[in-house]
């Protein structure tokens, strides 16, 4: 089964808890606060191994979630930082956000990583909260929460050189015949039904990728004959190796329909360089109409060229003329990547629902949901410390102005905390 494009869900790791501890010791009773840090939780990253060609592992392992940061211990010990999870791709892996549609990566080159969700800070312990004031503090911090996301992995194929051509042209014969590659071959239309690659070598020292793309059907570009899933796979060619059925009662018909469904889908793919063939010559029945369609094309400033996959005939004269098309084919200059507008968002902004008559307050903020997450609220220090934060984004003001009273129940996150004047 090859598999590209699918969905998957990554979490990134929490950060490890901060330590409240006071440090103990013979003939220093107040030796004061040394709780330690927590360990920095794992990050996820993406990273391209071109060994892999396909998406299929992430068919049957949809969760990646890493793992947490270590909780800080006493003696200003901190906690150990977890390691990053990374996820191997292949090259042309496209990666988007599958919640607002955003593209986040497209990873190409191997070694290429791309982190998609970064660890959570570790809690701070007391030794950071002391004071000339407090000089004992039970005050720390949890471990900053991850980050989660649902992701959705897209894969285009990299290769120098695509064969199309209509369904039982004889694409898959012709990967097999050239290359390494063993695709599954029969006489009948639509036979492959995934794209394969393989590697065509042209003398001891020089050598392309080539991949067999579905056959298209007119209407492709519009998705018919599943035509949009197999027709990106030829976005990063760079040549095009046209096959046209022997067998065809108007291989010239063939030829056009082709292009235009090619031009209908993107216009640079019917600007490619392409190599016309025209398969299964070892036919004497397709050996005999071949000068005549040769001259058609020719009328056409086009060359045909006679290949038998079975036979091997005109297949070293093929790669030639492939190879020498790559030759002269410039390298697609690299766009520069420009990042996304994002509008910038307060972190520090906050939303307050309430319904009339209802006792139930409901605050929402990406900091003032953080805080919450990383305080500690069986630790008195903590919950003050939260009091004032709440109080210095001017959330308690915020409350009090829209009529909150003793007793009412204030919802942040997923904490509930009950109102005291």
Aim: proline content about 5%.
């Amino acid at each position: 089964m090859f598999i590209d494009s699918v969905v998957i869900y990554i979490r990134s790791g929490k950060g490890g808890d901060g330590m409240v501890h006071m440090h103990r010791e013979k003939y220093r009773p107040h030796g004061g606060p040394d709780g330690g840090d927590g360990g920095r939780g794992g990050s996820v990253i993406f990273t391209v191994v071109p060994t892999i060609n396909t998406l299929n592992k992430f068919h049957y392992h949809e969760k990646f979630i890493a793992k947490d940061g270590k909780p800080g211990g006493a003696n200003n010990m901190s906690g150990k930082s977890a390691d990053d999870l990374m996820i191997e791709v292949p090259p042309g892996t496209l990666i988007y956000n599958e919640d607002d549609t955003a593209l986040l990566g497209d990873l190409t080159e191997p070694g290429q990583q791309l982190r998609v969700a970064r660890g959570g800070r570790g809690g701070r312990g007391n030794q950071h909260f002391a004071t000339s004031r407090n000089q004992m503090p039970y005050t720390g911090e949890k471990g900053e929460p991850g980050e989660e996301f649902n992701l959705r992995l897209e894969l285009k194929l990299i290769a120098d050189v695509g064969l199309v051509g209509l369904p039982n042209a004889g694409k898959s014969s012709l990967l097999a015949a050239l290359s390494n590659a063993r695709p599954k071959i029969a006489a009948y239309p639509f036979t492959t039904l995934e794209p394969a690659l393989g590697v065509v070598r042209v003398d001891d020292d020089n050598a392309f990728v080539l991949a067999d793309i579905p056959g298209l059907i007119e209407g492709a570009s519009e998705g018919l004959g599943l035509g949009f899933e197999f027709l990106k796979h030829l976005q990063r060619t760079r040549v095009l190796i046209h096959v046209l059925d022997g067998w065809s009662e108007n291989p010239l018909e063939d030829y056009e329909t082709i292009n235009s469904e090619l031009d209908l889908f993107d216009e640079r793919l019917a600007n490619l360089p392409q190599v016309v063939i025209f398969n299964k010559i070892d036919l004497q029945e397709v050996e005999e109409k071949f000068p005549d369609l040769k001259k058609k094309f020719a009328r056409k400033k086009i060359k045909l060229l006679p290949v038998s996959a079975v036979s091997h005939a005109g297949l070293q004269e093929l790669v030639w003329a492939v190879w020498k098309t790559l030759k002269e084919t410039p390298l697609p200059e690299k766009e520069e990547v420009l990042p996304l507008y994002k509008a910038i968002e307060d972190p520090k902004a906050f939303e307050i629902e309430h319904e009339e008559g209802d006792d139930e307050w409901y605050v929402s903020g990406k900091f003032v949901e953080r805080a919450a997450n990383m305080t500690i609220w069986e630790q008195p220090g903590s919950v003050r410390r939260f009091q004032k934060i709440m109080t210095g984004l001017g959330i308690e003001k915020a409350l009090r102005q829209a009529g909150i009273v003793e007793g009412n129940t204030v919802h942040v996150g997923e904490w509930e905390l009950t109102w005291q004047d």
